[in-house]
């Protein structure tokens, strides 16, 4: 079964509209979560590390007021995009992993499309 | 620049025989190689690993090989089945817990009946 749960799986909103997406664990806590996200025929490119209890990382070239991330427990990370504009619309994936160890798991992802 | 290749976007095998899916990085900092596979509209699912240390790593039908020395490791699959079809991702991680992965571009594997 799921380890790691991702809602929604799917939104379609205006554009200016924010969106927040929910990413649990759900058999383990996990200090670090991560974002990632991915475009048609591209890799999962990674958005930024979720620390609980502490700012997120961001990776280069990603807007932090844009993304704002929340991981205020051990078994929830939240990303919301902020004034979604069409460009935002990709898949969207979270993943987690119990302290330290490997592999990481995976949600199922939110199709995020913005018109 | 990409630190992890699959320069092979697709492949296709037939029911039966071995499907060999390659993969190369460019970073010797990398400790932890892992495979995933993805389905449409689902989140990867991890299908098997490898130490940087090692050069092998068997799980029923799925073996990995890693050669350090150039920068290579391949999934390989055998039997295939048609349920193997699916989009197959190579991921490494820096020597160092809790850090993020980096993935390939990934190869879209069809295994025909």
């Known amino acids: 079964g799921a380890v790691v749960s991702q809602h929604p799986s799917r939104v379609i909103c205006k554009s200016g509209t924010s969106v927040k997406i929910e990413c649990r664990s759900l058999?383990?806590?996990?200090?670090?979560m991560f974002w990632y996200r991915q475009f048609p025929k591209q890799s999962l490119m990674l958005m930024a590390t979720?620390?609980?209890?502490?700012?997120?990382?961001?990776e280069q070239g990603v807007e932090k007021d844009k993304f704002l991330i929340n991981h205020a427990s051990l078994t929830l990370s939240t990303l919301t995009v902020t004034s979604a504009h069409p460009e935002d619309s990709s898949f969207y994936i979270c993943?987690?992993?119990?302290?330290?160890?490997?592999?990481?798991?995976f949600g199922d992802g939110t199709r995020l499309s913005i018109l | 620049d990409q630190q992890v290749k699959q320069n092979s976007p697709s492949l296709s095998v037939q029911e039966g025989r071995i499907s060999i899916l390659n993969c190369d990085y460019t970073?010797?900092?990398?400790?932890?190689f892992l495979w995933y596979k993805k389905y449409p509209a689902e989140g990867p699912t991890f299908l098997i690993s490898?130490?940087?240390?090692?050069d092998k790593n068997e799980d029923g039908r799925f073996t990995v090989f890693l050669n350090k020395s150039a920068k290579h490791l391949s999934l390989h699959i055998v039997p295939s089945q048609p349920g193997d079809s699916a989009v197959y991702f190579c991921?490494?991680?820096?020597?160092?817990?809790?850090?993020?992965?980096?993935f390939g571009k990934g190869t879209t594997l069809s295994v025909s009946s």
């Open positions: 993943s987690a992993s119990d302290v330290g160890a490997q592999p990481q798991h």
């Open positions: 058999d383990f806590q996990a200090t670090t």
């Open positions: 979720s620390n609980e209890g502490s700012k997120a990382t961001y």
């Open positions: 970073n010797s900092m990398f400790d932890y």
């Open positions: 490898i130490s940087s240390i090692k």
């Open positions: 991921a490494a991680r820096l020597n160092q817990a809790g850090t993020a992965l980096i």
